[in-house]
């Protein structure tokens, strides 16, 4: 079965850190850029970050620029998101995304081949 899972998320008080995991299975992820939206209660889905199927590109919407890093690490067909100094606005359904290219521009409106089912995260006293 192709499919991306998500995981790693949780609760979390403000300013702590969380590392999720977008691993994929029946497929290698090497020829794919990954990109990780969130949705919040009430609030349509936005894109976080992407990264470019080599690792050569990464793009971060603003709100999360200094605090979340995404990496891959293609032998172990997965791409992480680190998310430091947690804010409880970032409290959402964390997805990845696949689809194929080299590059991260324009990845919130690129049609996408594989998405995952979705890891809570919650940032709460």
């Known amino acids: 079965q192709l499919q991306l899972v998500e995981s790693g998320g949780g609760l979390v008080h403000p300013g702590g850190s969380l590392r999720l995991s977008c691993a994929a299975s029946?497929?290698?992820?090497?020829?794919?850029?990954i990109g990780w939206f969130r949705q919040a209660p009430g609030k349509e889905r936005e894109g976080v970050s992407c990264?470019?199927?080599?690792?050569?590109?990464?793009n971060y919407a603003d709100s999360v620029k200094g605090r979340f890093t995404i990496s891959r690490r293609n032998i172990k067909n997965t791409v992480y998101l680190q998310m430091n100094s947690l804010k409880p606005e970032n409290t959402a359904i964390y997805y990845c995304?696949?689809?194929?290219?080299?590059?991260?521009?324009?990845?919130?409106?690129?049609?996408?081949?594989?998405w995952g089912q979705g890891t809570q995260v919650t940032v709460s006293r």
């Open positions: 029946g497929f290698t992820l090497d020829s794919y850029a």
């Open positions: 990264i470019s199927s080599r690792g050569g590109y990464t």
């Open positions: 995304a696949a689809f194929r290219s080299n590059y991260c521009s324009g990845y919130v409106s690129e049609r996408k081949d594989y």
